[in-house]
């Protein structure tokens, strides 16, 4: 019941932040927007840390381990810190980088949606690669048929093709992709408070390394983009993201990935309502390829990767 409502939770507050990035864009330039909402939310995750204390114990980021060691548990402490930096880096940074950068250059915000909706499939056969699990031919067919889907739905949403922007929304996708690999792998079980407050950093930085080489830089602080910047730094990245958190922790990344072709359902729902966007009948054709290529990936490939996963695991263990 509470992955059921995590799931809920995540893929509207998820949705919503594409339509909420494309209702801000236009007063402010994406990268600036990007380093003030990762700075306002390591804030509100900072000030959180200082008020519950998590202790570092063991070694993993959570209040409940207990430490071995002095020495054996800073040195892995620093490496958890490192791990969650890493994870954050992609999963929040990157992906945030590309989403923004992709609508700025034109991209509608169901469209972006609906490339990132992309990442079930390339999360799982990544998760296979690294994991040495097997990829089966169903497996296979549900890439190429959510690769069709998908070529369905972008290229009967775009009036001309926007190359650019379907790059950076790809590169998005590869970091949400590589980060929630990543961070299952090894910071799942990071402690939701601290945890964010370093991946909101490392967002942060990300972004701030990105801001010296974007061009023209400017801010009007209207009531359209005070309300969408405080969305995007409160609901998004700390409902959304710790919810996803969650989610990572208890279900295998085939079934939290799958949960990413839902998020343009949910776009492209919000940008009807908000933006007055559209839809053409024949991108009905891509959602209906990309439902049935959820069904083959999230059948065939759960147990595998999961069983993969825990067997690497044993190993370092060992």
Request: overall charge positive; some cysteine; glycine content about 8%.
């Amino acid at each position: 019941m509470k992955a059921l409502i995590a799931s809920f939770l995540f893929i509207f507050l998820y949705g919503s932040g594409f339509v909420a990035t494309q209702y801000g864009l236009p007063y402010v330039d994406p990268v600036s927007f990007l380093v003030i909402r990762f700075a306002i939310t390591a804030c509100l995750m900072g000030t959180l840390c200082l008020v519950i204390r998590p202790k570092l114990a063991g070694s993993k980021l959570t209040t409940s381990k207990s430490a071995g060691s002095q020495d054996t548990a800073g040195s892995d402490t620093i490496k958890d810190l490192m791990h969650t930096f890493i994870a954050g880096a992609l999963m929040v940074g990157l992906f945030s980088l590309g989403v923004f950068l992709a609508i700025d250059y034109g991209l509608s915000a169901s469209t972006t949606a609906l490339v990132i909706s992309f990442q079930p499939l390339v999360a799982s056969v990544m998760a296979q690669i690294f994991f040495k699990a097997k990829v089966s031919i169903a497996q296979w067919i549900g890439l190429i048929i959510g690769l069709i889907g998908v070529l369905f739905i972008v290229f009967w949403g775009l009036k001309t093709p926007n190359i650019i922007g379907l790059l950076l929304a790809g590169l998005g996708l590869l970091g949400v992709a590589c980060g929630s690999v990543y961070q299952k792998h090894f910071c799942a079980d990071m402690h939701l408070v601290f945890g964010g407050f370093i991946q909101s950093c490392a967002a942060c930085i990300l972004c701030a390394l990105v801001w010296p080489l974007y061009g023209a830089h400017f801010i009007e602080w209207t009531p359209e983009f005070i309300f969408s910047l405080l969305w995007m730094a409160i609901a998004v990245s700390i409902g959304g993201v710790n919810m996803l958190y969650i989610l990572i922790r208890q279900l295998s990344i085939s079934k939290v990935s799958t949960l990413f072709y839902l998020i343009p359902i949910a776009a492209l729902v919000l940008s009807l309502i908000f933006l007055e966007g559209h839809i053409y009948k024949v991108q009905g054709i891509g959602i209906i390829l990309i439902s049935l290529s959820i069904y083959l990936v999230a059948r065939y490939d759960q147990r595998s990767i999961q069983a993969a996963i825990e067997t690497e695991k044993a190993k370092q263990i060992v």
